[in-house]
């Protein structure tokens, strides 16, 4: 468990990011169950929930989802049962549990850049951005790959385009974080490819996209294709992982049309 010398509930953006730059130990808090899996000691806690970022709006051109929204608000959400499928929704209700899903935080979750997370490589798909108070707005790829450690995240802005595409997870056993993790869109016969939990950070597949939208899907030219992003780590290793991989791609190719 970690521990807070101080708390505080800021009244504006301004005043948490001040805080934040104050001290390294100084930590924004989210639904705290990553924070709870570690024990260290923090200065001063900074609870965003003052700063009305619990939202999920809906308009022509994008979603916006704010930092402080809680995954089971997207999982209930009633425009995202049906946008993309359904692909927010039944992805993270394999998140853990009920109880962990109510309070984890989309700001908490997205920033942490976590190798494994289920819903990071759907953002990347989607091309959703993240908006961040001092470094502003990027696409979500740029925010993974950039070397952004401290800052606070506003909110997440999904482009507002009813895709058709499907994320397919793989686990040892129920529960667990995912050992593989595909998802492809497919918009009118152009299909893009992401693979999470590879074990590295969620990336799009660019050259599979495009050998899949060329030449369709032939198992052992993608599975050649693999070598260089696909690793290992103690839930598989590279060999097991590409077999993985493949397979779900076929899986989820399927699945789509
Ligand atoms: C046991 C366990 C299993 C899990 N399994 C999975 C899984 O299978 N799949 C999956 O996708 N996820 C999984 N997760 C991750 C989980 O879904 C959440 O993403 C994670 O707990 C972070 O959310 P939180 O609100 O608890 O964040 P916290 O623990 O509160 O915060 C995490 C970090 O984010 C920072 N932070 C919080 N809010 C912001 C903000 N707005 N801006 C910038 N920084 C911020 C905090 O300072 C902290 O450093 C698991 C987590 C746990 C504890």
């Known amino acids: 468990m970690f521990t807070l010398r101080d708390y505080a509930s800021p009244n504006n953006l301004d005043e948490a990011y001040e805080l934040l730059m104050k001290s390294k130990l100084n930590r924004i808090l989210g639904g705290c169950h990553f924070l709870k899996a570690g024990s260290r000691a ?5 609870d965003l929930n003052k700063l009305d970022l619990d939202y ?3 308009s022509e051109n994008d979603i916006r989802v ?4 809680t995954y089971a608000e997207l999982e209930h959400n ?13 992805s ?6 009920t109880q962990l899903r109510n309070t984890a935080q989309i700001g908490a979750s997205v920033f942490s850049k976590y190798a494994f997370s289920d819903f990071l490589p759907i953002l990347v798909l989607l091309n959703a951005k993240v908006s961040l108070y001092k470094n502003g707005i990027m696409t979500v790829e740029e925010f993974l790959y950039s070397d952004i450690e401290r800052d606070i995240l506003i909110e997440i802005i999904i482009p507002n385009v009813d895709v058709d595409c499907i994320q397919i997870a793989n686990r040892i056993c129920c529960k667990d974080f995912p050992n593989a993790i595909v998802s492809v869109s497919n918009t009118d016969g152009k299909y893009r490819v992401v693979f999470g939990a590879r ?3 969620a990336m799009v597949m660019n050259d599979i996209s495009d050998e ?15 070598d260089e992003e696909i690793g290992s780590n103690h839930k598989a290793q590279k060999e ?18």
């Open 42 to 46: 923090y200065n001063v806690g900074i």
């Open 56 to 58: 999920i709006k809906v």
């Open 66 to 69: 704010g930092a402080t929204t």
């Open 78 to 90: 009633e425009f995202f049962k049906t946008f993309c499928n359904g692909i927010v929704p039944k």
């Open 92 to 97: 993270i209700k394999k998140i853990v549990s």
């Open 199 to 201: 074990p590295q950070k």
């Open 212 to 226: 899949i939208t060329k030449n369709g899907f032939d198992r052992k030219k993608i599975l050649s294709m693999l």
């Open 240 to 257: 097991y992982r590409k077999l993985l991989f493949v397979g779900l791609l076929q899986k989820a190719l399927g699945e789509l049309k």
